[in-house]
T-cell receptor, first 115, second 115 residues
């Protein structure tokens, strides 16, 4: 059964702690993305990767870090430097980087709450 | 960079009525415009998309129109049903340059269809 999995669905952390969100895909997609979703603000791009061992900052990368050591995995670390980390985080992938008309497939999301 | 504005933020209709959601974009080089539907607690899912060389596209009860001159595009849902209730996002992207493969999303529209 192909798709994108994110775990866990809900995550609670204390302020000042780093936390890593998991994203795995078995679609054989080259490109992967991390978005943050806040009420009334749509989806904002944090980081994206067009190919293994390469990634670029999105529009709101400060306080976040990523790695892309394997094609199927793109974990996101929310560091203590992120001022307002409580949000809904969405991972996506697409066949990319061949062109911009590729559909992005989204995972179910992880809701992170920092206490 | 690209900026996408989406209106209205909320839309309430009666079952069987039509619903229209509008988006404007700022980058005249944008050439791909997808629409996503997000149900509660899930990731967004592509419902229809349009490329800049096409003015209109239909898929059953859903249609999208694009006006490149005015830089706006719209989603039209006819004969709405309660299961159409969700959050809808428009997005835009362009070919080439540092924005290659990146989607810029609108703020979202909460559509409620009353039985």
């Amino acid at each position: 059964d192909g798709g994108i999995t994110q775990s866990p669905k809900y995550l609670f952390r204390k302020e000042g702690q780093n936390v890593t969100l998991s994203c795995e895909q078995n679609l054989n997609h080259d490109a992967m993305y991390w978005y943050r979703q806040d009420p009334g603000q749509g989806l904002r791009l944090i980081y994206y990767s067009q190919i293994v061992n390469d990634f670029q900052k999105g529009d709101i990368a400060e306080g976040y870090s990523v790695s892309r050591e394997k094609k199927e995995s793109f974990p996101l670390t929310v560091t203590s430097a992120q001022k307002n980390p409580t949000a809904f985080y969405l991972c996506a992938s697409s066949t990319g980087p061949a062109g911009v008309f590729n559909e992005q497939f989204f995972g179910p999301g992880t809701r992170l709450t920092v206490l | 960079g690209e900026n996408v504005e989406q209106h209205p933020s909320t839309l309430s209709v009666q079952e069987g009525d039509s619903a229209v959601i509008k988006c404007t974009y700022s980058d005249s080089a944008s050439n791909y415009f997808p629409w996503y539907k997000q149900e509660l607690g899930k990731g967004p899912q592509l419902i229809i998309d349009i490329r800049s060389n096409v003015g209109e596209k239909k898929d059953q009860r859903i249609a999208v129109t694009l006006n490149k001159t005015a830089k706006h595009f719209s989603l039209h849902i006819t004969e709405t049903q309660p299961e159409d209730s969700a959050v809808y996002f428009c997005a835009a992207s362009r070919a080439g340059g540092t924005s290659y493969g990146k989607l810029t999303f609108g703020q979202g529209t909460i559509l409620t269809v009353h039985p």
